[in-house]
């Protein structure tokens, strides 16, 4: 299964600025992904990201407040913006392997004050 | 919608006492379950798949089997290292390989 690395691995930010949170992994996948984890709950996606198209957002979610950029094979980002107390969350990448299996990052905690 | 119901939400265990997990789901055409552990302030760990009714998985203490609307995690003779929140998810054959999760059951082992 690939390497992923996430970063920053926790922050603490002011309601209304954006985080930018990266995920690398260490070989060419086509398909990334970005879940939010809130408080309790489980793993919701967000959009999935393939390179060179743009992302695609679930119900409830919206590029102005989640720009996603896949620039090559190994890298994605994902960034809050505006943000409030609500996006408190764990934020997590994952990429598609064999066998439609996804492999998860170790994920972002943020806290918004 | 698809959707998936997990349970219990918490178990806690003695040190070999077996249980099983529940996963119940509905889905229009399943493409395969999945069975995530994860560790409190980590990603979800890969364990398994299934893909048909009737399937089974093994690795180590825990099995998987899959019937047409749930799937059983079993868990025999469980040690304190197996605590960890256990994520059953779902993929439907029509999407992009997008994975439904249910809310997870938070296993305990008491030594």
């Known amino acids: 299964s690939a390497v992923i690395s996430q970063k920053p691995s926790r922050d603490i930010c002011q309601r209304g600025t954006s985080l930018t949170i990266q995920c690398q992994v260490d070989?060419?996948?086509?398909?990334m992904f970005w879940y939010r984890q809130q408080p309790g709950q489980s793993l919701t996606l967000i959009a999935t990201?393939?390179?060179?198209?743009?992302?695609?957002?679930e119900s409830g979610f919206v590029i102005d407040k989640f720009p996603i950029s896949r620039p090559n094979l190994t890298f994605s980002t994902l960034t809050v913006s505006n943000m409030s107390p609500e996006d408190s969350s764990i934020y997590l990448c994952s990429v598609l392997g064999g066998s439609d299996t996804q492999y998860f990052g170790p994920g972002t905690r943020l806290t918004v004050l | 919608e698809d959707q998936v119901t997990q349970s219990p939400e918490a178990l806690r265990l003695q040190e070999g006492e077996s249980s099983s997990l529940n996963c119940s789901y509905t889905?229009?055409?399943?493409?395969?379950l999945f069975w995530y552990r994860q560790d409190p302030g980590k990603g979800p760990e890969f364990l398994f798949t299934?893909?048909?009714a009737g399937e089974e998985k093994e690795k180590e203490r825990l099995k998987a089997t899959l019937t047409k609307k749930e799937s059983f995690l079993h868990i025999t003779a469980p040690k304190p290292e197996d605590s960890a929140t256990y994520l059953c998810a779902v993929q439907a054959l029509r999407g992009a390989q997008k994975l439904v999760f249910g809310q997870g059951t938070r296993l305990t082992i008491n030594p």
């Open positions: 889905v229009s055409g399943l493409r395969g």
């Open positions: 990201a393939n390179q060179g198209s743009e992302a695609t957002y």
């Open positions: 299934l893909y048909s």
């Open positions: 070989s060419q996948v086509t398909m």
